[in-house]
């Protein structure tokens, strides 16, 4: 696969996807399966999520199924799609290939050796910072899983859209009771994201 890729506005998201997860202290050597990057943070992928496997019936060997992956990669694929989704459309490294957004993200990962991907993460023991609240990095990921724009429900009232964003953002870790005041803070904190927020929430009552 040959890629141009390098900073760009594109990049620019994979970085800040990056910035947004934890890196690992794993030192389990072997090749990514998605990316095919050789590296000593080899981190074991369920093909099925456990989250979703919980709330609906899979077979043992559903559950039990895994992939080889690199920390970079596997963090990526968590803030792109939802683990229902996982688990019902993307449950192989096949299926994977065929998302547009992982092939965008392996285009761009491709130019970069795994050094720098991680130096591109957080390092272990140390916390977000704290200009960058948990609820921006929730807006920016989703933003990123949107291919740059938030999800619409066309032809429904701002309330129902507020509903919906908010419902995202909860999906994310310690995000289950975000209030509307903070998730409003939070595009408005971001130039991109403001015309959004009136789209949003603007005369929901």
């Given at each position: 696969m040959t890629s141009s890729a390098g900073p760009s506005a594109s990049g620019n998201n994979w970085?800040?996807?990056?910035?947004?997860?934890?890196?690992?202290?794993?030192?389990?050597?072997?090749?990514c399966e998605l990316c095919g990057k050789d590296t000593d943070h080899i981190t074991k992928h369920h093909l099925y999520p456990r989250s979703a496997t919980r709330r609906a019936f899979f077979t043992p060997e559903q559950?039990?199924?895994?992939?080889?992956m690199c920390w970079p990669c596997h963090c990526i694929i968590h803030q792109l799609i939802l683990a229902d989704v996982l688990a019902r459309d993307f449950h192989s490294i096949e299926l994977l290939n065929t998302h547009s957004r992982i092939q965008a993200w392996l285009q761009w990962a491709e130019s970069w050796t795994m050094e720098h991907l991680h130096s591109l993460m957080v390092p272990p023991r140390l916390r977000q910072p704290q200009n960058q609240s948990p609820i921006q990095n929730a807006l920016d990921a989703i933003w990123v899983r949107n291919e740059n724009t938030f999800p619409r429900l066309e032809g429904k009232g701002k309330r129902t859209r507020a509903l919906a964003i908010r419902g995202q953002i909860r999906q994310f870790p310690g995000l289950a009771h975000a209030a509307k005041p903070d998730i409003?803070?939070?595009?408005?904190?971001?130039?991109?994201?403001?015309?959004?927020?009136?789209?949003v929430f603007g005369g929901e009552g």
């Open positions: 970085t800040g996807m990056l910035s947004m997860a934890k890196d690992t202290p794993s030192r389990h050597t072997g090749t559950k039990d199924s895994l992939a080889a409003e803070a939070a595009m408005r904190a971001n130039p991109e994201y403001r015309e959004w927020q009136q789209w």
